[in-house]
Nanobody, 122 residues
Framework: QVQLVESGGGLVQAGGSLRLSCTAS????????MGWFRQAPGKEREFVAA????????YYADSVKGRFTISRDNAKNTVYLQMNSLKPEDTAVYYC???????????????WGQGTQVTVSS
């Protein structure tokens, strides 16, 4: 069982930056690929970014490529999402997710956090 807790959301003006963190319980964090997803009101949850077990490979949705960066610190059981040049359309609840061993860019993850709200004002 893995428990995920996100933090770092908030209200920011367009063009600003935020860094989300997601800390996992347990001692097997390095066995999990990690992903970030988001869900805006009235929309389906969508893939944002993902990272492999040791962080050697990262994947991004086209909508965030060049603006967002996913990273992880296995010693701290934490994955990060650095979000720069934020736009109003980035407003959503952001979720981190863990998937055993193999990274995917679908919603097929084993564990999910409770989400953190990001609001970008114009």
């Amino acid at each position: 069982q893995v428990q995920l807790v996100e933090s770092g959301g908030g209200l920011v003006q367009a063009g600003g930056s935020l860094r989300l963190s997601c800390t996992a319980s347990g001692r097997t964090f390095s066995s999990y690929a990690m992903g970030w997803f988001r869900q805006a009101p009235g929309k389906e949850r969508e893939f944002v970014a993902a990272i492999t077990l040791r962080g050697s490979n990262t994947y991004y949705a086209d909508s965030v490529k060049g603006r967002f960066t996913i990273s992880r610190d296995n010693a701290k059981n934490t994955v990060y999402l650095q979000m720069n040049s934020l736009k109003p359309e980035d407003t959503a609840v952001y979720y981190c997710a863990a998937r055993r061993l193999v990274v995917v860019i679908s919603r097929d993850y084993d564990y999910w956090g409770q989400g953190t709200q990001v609001t970008v004002s114009s």
